[in-house]
């Protein structure tokens, strides 16, 4: 009974959550003046991965994040995340939380389950939620892909990551 109880609690619990970040994204698309931006510094443990990986030519040194964070009303804080590629900027995706970017030494931790073979990968967190973003070569394409799981949950039924952004390295010079 008391395990039902507590099932039940985490399951509104979450609910409550996704309502939350739900409402706190219906925010204006319109630039903020007051937003923080925040450049991820490369990572330097990206240097280690200086070699051309094997079916691509990119380098994982040639990705950064970058973050911009506006806080809603009630101190949600609401980031737009993008990933630099030699200097463009394109807009992965956003989520609540304060992000960062991931240690590839960490990308196999299970809560991230980031594929070892990404390029680069940033996290945040918000709220017991915890989202991930990775961006992966797939032939002439990188591909950024996201998920959000319940960052508490000792036994995780742990969502797909999606595809949310590609884009095409032909086209940059």
Do not use: H
Not at 59 to 78: L, M
Request: charged content about 15%.
């Amino acid at each position: 009974m008391i395990a039902a109880a507590s099932y039940k609690a985490r399951v509104l619990y979450v609910i409550g959550c996704l309502c939350l970040v739900l409402v706190s994204c219906q925010t204006s698309e319109q630039p903020n003046a007051g937003a923080a931006t925040q450049t991820a510094p490369p990572d330097s443990s990206n240097q280690a991965a200086n070699a051309t990986l094997p079916n691509n030519k990119m380098n994982p040194a040639d990705f950064t994040w970058e973050f911009e964070v506006v806080e809603d009303k009630i101190g949600t804080p609401n980031a737009r995340i993008y990933l630099l590629y030699k200097g463009i900027r394109y807009k992965a995706g956003k989520a609540a939380g304060n992000f960062q970017t991931l240690n590839p030494a960490d990308f196999a931790q299970p809560q991230y389950s980031v594929p070892t073979t990404a390029l680069t990968a940033a996290w945040g967190f918000w709220a017991g939620m915890l989202t991930t973003f990775y961006a992966a070569a797939e032939g002439e394409f990188v591909n950024v892909y996201k998920r959000t799981t319940d960052a508490e949950d000792t036994n995780p039924i742990q969502p797909k990551f999606e595809k949310v952004m590609q884009f095409d390295v032909k086209s940059v010079k």
